[in-house]
């Protein structure tokens, strides 16, 4: 990238109703396997056997039992998936990546063959595997320095901005500034001086960060665009 701060060119987007047979408008369709063999069907994604979960839901209510944790939300989550709350449309989006994705496209490229090797992911397409999709745009962000000396890198997905997209409750706003974790230290040794008493926020929620996702909202997140 001669200029990362090039912007990003606009997204594309295709109407479902304009862009797809009236007989199958308003489903979301998967057709990966129709796309590497034909003589697979094309299948609602909602009939599509849902994966294995990395966590297991019994485990996770024992510990969450022996601990005496009160927010039931982390382990509901493992139990029966992420409940999607985005009122988006079936439009499908291409969205081009961010200047990251290409200037780290080497560590970006071995996280997800990780990703792939251990089960999280499907074996990568040219294409999106569903119909309507959204292509999430990708982003890798230097985090410190790997032992060797190498930039550490982060691989981030883009949920999208507006009233269309994926996620409203955690979109990426333009004004937002997320805090770092010294900045929050530097505010909890602020708040110890004044007498105050500081606490931080239950990490059950962290700990379990892991859950899957209902399968007919997959396609939502299911496609990251290739750089």
């Not at 601990?67 to 081009?96: E, F, M, Q, Y």
Request: aromatic share 8%; glycine share 8%.
């Amino acid at each position: 990238m001669a200029d990362p701060k090039t912007p990003r060119p606009p997204d594309v987007e295709f109407d479902n109703d304009a862009y797809t047979n009236p007989k199958y408008a308003g489903t979301v369709w998967y057709i990966a396997d129709h796309l590497r063999d034909p003589t697979k069907p094309i299948i609602p994604l909602a009939a599509l056997p849902p994966a294995k979960r990395q966590l297991d839901a019994d485990f996770i209510d024992s510990i969450s039992d022996a601990l005496g944790l009160g927010n039931i939300k982390p382990r509901d989550r493992i139990r029966h998936g992420h409940r999607n709350l985005s009122t988006c449309s079936l439009t499908s989006v291409v969205a081009a990546n961010w200047s990251g994705a290409y200037k780290y496209a080497k560590d970006i490229t071995e996280q997800v063959g990780d990703e792939v090797k251990n089960g999280w992911v499907e074996l990568l397409l040219p294409v999106p595997s569903t119909w309507p999709f959204r292509l999430e745009q990708q982003n890798g962000i230097s985090q410190g320095l790997k032992e060797n000396g190498d930039p550490k890198v982060r691989r981030a997905t883009d949920k999208g901005h507006g009233l269309d997209s994926v996620n409203q409750c955690i979109e990426l706003v333009s004004k937002l500034k997320l805090c770092t974790n010294l900045q929050i230290g530097r505010g909890a040794a602020i708040l110890t001086t004044a007498e105050m008493e500081f606490r931080g926020g239950s990490t059950s929620q962290a700990r379990f960060l892991k859950p899957g996702k209902y399968s007919h909202v997959t396609w939502l997140g299911g496609n990251k665009a290739k750089y």
